[in-house]
Every structure is written in structure tokens, then in C-alpha cells.
Nanobody
């Protein structure tokens, strides 16, 4: 069993920055891919970014966040970060992290099934 806990959400003005953290515990592995997703009210869940585990390092970003968000991981802390810069009101959503032993960060990573999810953290960007 893997447990994920997100933190770092909050209220920020447009143009501001936030850094989200996703910390894992339990039977996790540095080799597991970790994805960040978000869901805004009335909208479908969207894959934001994905990072592969040790020795692969593959990273994917959705077009909507490319150039503004940066994903990284600290395996010693079992934590994946999502640095979000130049935030816009349409970035407002609940952000979730997810991981899975067999998921991988290919082009269609957001369509894969992730078994383990965090509880989510709210990000609100005011105009």
C-alpha cells in the first residue's frame, strides 16, 4: 500500500507562484512514476505533469502548463514537487498527485490508470 499526501496549495494572485509537494509513504519505490493531475469545478480531470523514477528521468507536461510549471523529485525525501510560476486564474483547481508501479510517463501518460492517489490540495488563483 502506498500513501500520498499533497501540500502547498493556497490562494495566490495571477502571476504568482506556488510549490506543491507530494510525499509518499508505505510500499513505494524510487522507480515509480508520479503524476500531477488537476480538476476544476465542472471540468474533467486533467493531467498536468509526470516524472519517471530513478535512472529514467523522463518528464511530460501538458501544453497548458509547459514553460510555467516544473516537476522534480527528491527520492531521499520520497517527495515530488510541482513548482508553478506565472499562475493564471484558469489554473484554479484541486491538484492531486498519483503513482503506480507500472505507469510510465509516455505521451499518453494521463490516460493511464494510477492506483494510488493523494487527497488533493486546493489551488486558487485570483485575477
Amino acid at each position: 500500500q502506498v500513501e500520498l499526501v499533497e501540500s502547498g496549495g493556497g490562494l495566490v494572485q495571477a502571476g504568482g507562484s506556488l510549490r506543491l509537494s507530494c510525499t509518499a509513504s508505505g510500499s513505494t519505490s524510487d522507480y515509480y512514476a508520479v503524476g500531477w493531475f488537476r480538476q476544476a469545478p465542472g471540468k474533467e480531470r486533467e493531467g498536468v505533469s509526470c516524472i519517471m523514477g530513478t535512472q529514467d528521468g523522463r518528464i511530460q507536461y501538458s501544453e497548458s502548463v509547459k514553460g510555467r510549471f516544473t516537476i522534480s523529485r527528491d527520492n531521499a525525501k520520497k517527495t515530488v514537487y510541482l513548482q508553478m510560476n506565472s499562475l493564471r486564474p484558469d489554473d484554479t483547481a484541486i491538484y492531486y498527485c498519483a503513482t503506480d508501479p507500472v505507469a510510465w510517463c509516455g505521451v499518453n501518460w494521463a490516460e493511464l490508470s494510477f492506483d494510488y492517489w493523494g487527497q488533493g490540495t486546493q489551488v486558487t488563483v485570483s485575477s
